[in-house]
């Protein structure tokens, strides 16, 4: 995600609900359950801006001894929990939905849970009536009862009811759009890849689409009609096919799906999903008048790599997702415009770091919690984070450090990391003791001097 888009979110009172659901649940190995596909259908409605939803939700139990199960669930109004045919008795406390499991169901089988819901979401979702758009943001437990945990991966199916004039993006491959009998289309996405919830997500509107081949991938640009037609997406998006075979090439990993999609809405957005981004309408005028200013597309899709296909564990090594994508960003700037572009992203992270050390504010970039960030967290995770990947490659030199950084990627893709890896992949890499660096700049309390 961006920075600024974070903080707008973190800061507002719609960030509140988005901040305590990244931390009201507990690792599945303490919670002795995982679910392990979800298939959801889902009708935004435009003239109330509401869903109806009905979610199936496959788990196994990991424990005899599991009576209850918890999902985060929002400001969501549930109507039914069923498991088969069977009406299960539930409650919902704050964003927390319990939900009760009848005694002896066996451990290590798949269960299926039937729940159908409604809800009128304050943030998680942003209808745009006047540009019939309707896309998600940020927080998914306000759309889709779900188990909110980065270090929790799940497949996802994915239809939406729409009306039948409107385009639609969301994770994975879509089926063709089926009409209904009443005029609406169903459109059907899947995502066999298992991915965390907080990259789930859709964007729905009157799109102009153009598409790309690039080795086995498509890229897709999306842009709202009709403000921009192909040529201007084919010139806003000018870059993309050089950042993927580069992301690529940094990372030793190829593209994990058949398609990436960047979309372009009305109205703020700067956010990565998985196998798409969202930007606002504004980042494609900005590239139009001026084609370096491509930063928040190589951000987001470096978070393809760094933070969809090695995601923190928990959010308290958020900065592993967003320093790394930060570098990232940087890194590929310097590929595209050279060492000056690289040293001016490099000055803007230190500048803005140093603000927050100045002001007494600096502190371990490993946070002891999430729920209540300030502004100068967040600038730690992004800025403090990105400048401890620019020392380790000053450290380590050029052909280790991105040895090291292919190796982290390597070694963890589909996996949800903690900070411990990241040291142990360039202490491997580089056969080096990292301690001192590492203590220095990630877990030290301390200031950096
Ligand atoms: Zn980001």
Not at 94 to 121: C, D, E, F, M, S
Not at 262 to 275: F, I, N
Not at 368 to 381: E, G, K, Y
Request: glycine share 8%; net charge neutral.
């Amino acid at each position: 995600m961006n920075e600024f888009i974070f903080r707008v979110f973190a800061n507002g009172r719609r960030g509140v609900g988005y901040l305590l659901a990244f931390t009201c649940l507990a690792a599945t190995a303490q919670i002795g359950w995982r679910p392990t596909h979800y298939v959801l259908q889902l009708e935004p409605l435009f003239a109330s801006e509401t869903i109806v939803g009905s979610l199936e939700m496959d788990f196994s139990l990991q424990q005899r001894d599991v009576s209850s199960i918890t999902l985060d669930s929002g400001d969501l109004h549930i109507s039914s929990v069923k498991l088969g045919a069977k009406e299960l008795s539930f409650a919902k406390q704050g964003a927390a939905l319990h939900i009760t499991l009848p005694a002896g169901l066996h451990i290590n089988r798949v269960q299926r849970l039937a729940i159908r819901y409604t809800g009128k979401p304050g943030n998680g979702l942003r209808f745009d009536n006047e540009s019939a758009q309707v896309s998600t943001a940020f927080s998914t437990s306000q759309w889709m009862p779900c188990l909110d945990d980065p270090s929790v991966r799940t497949p996802l199916d994915l239809t939406l009811l729409l009306p039948s004039d409107l385009v639609s993006v969301a994770n994975g491959a879509p089926d063709v759009p089926q009409v209904q009998p009443d005029g609406k289309t169903l459109h059907v996405w899947n995502m066999a890849l298992a991915m965390p919830s907080y990259l789930y997500g859709f964007a729905v509107g009157k799109f102009v689409v153009m598409e790309q081949p690039v080795g086995n991938t498509t890229l897709k640009y999306y842009g709202p009609s009709p403000m921009f037609d192909t040529s201007m997406l084919r010139q806003v998006f000018a870059d993309s096919a050089d950042m993927l075979t580069f992301f690529t090439r940094r990372s030793g990993v190829d593209f994990p799906m058949p398609a990436y999609s960047q979309v372009l809405l009305m109205g703020p957005a700067a956010q990565e999903m998985a196998g798409f981004s969202v930007m606002g309408a504004r980042y494609g005028t900005r590239v139009l008048a001026d084609p370096q200013a491509i930063w928040l597309a190589a951000h987001e899709m470096a978070h393809q790599w760094w933070g969809n296909g090695v995601t923190n564990r928990s959010w308290r090594h958020f900065w592993l997702n967003e320093g790394i994508a930060t570098f990232m960003t940087a890194a590929y700037m310097e590929h595209r415009f050279g060492k000056e572009m690289y040293q001016r992203q490099i000055d803007a992270a230190r500048v803005k770091f140093h603000a927050v050390r100045d002001a007494g504010q600096d502190k371990s970039l490993v946070f002891p919690n999430w729920d209540s960030p300030t502004a100068a967290d967040r600038s730690l995770v992004y800025d403090k984070g990105a400048l401890v990947l620019h020392e380790l490659r000053s450290l380590l030199g050029e052909e280790t450090f991105w040895v090291g950084l292919k190796t982290y990627t390597q070694r963890h893709w589909g996996q949800s990391v903690q900070t411990a890896d990241f040291v142990r992949a360039m202490e491997d890499a580089s056969h080096r003791d990292l301690s001192v660096f590492f203590e220095r700049w990630v877990y030290a309390k301390q200031l950096v001097r």
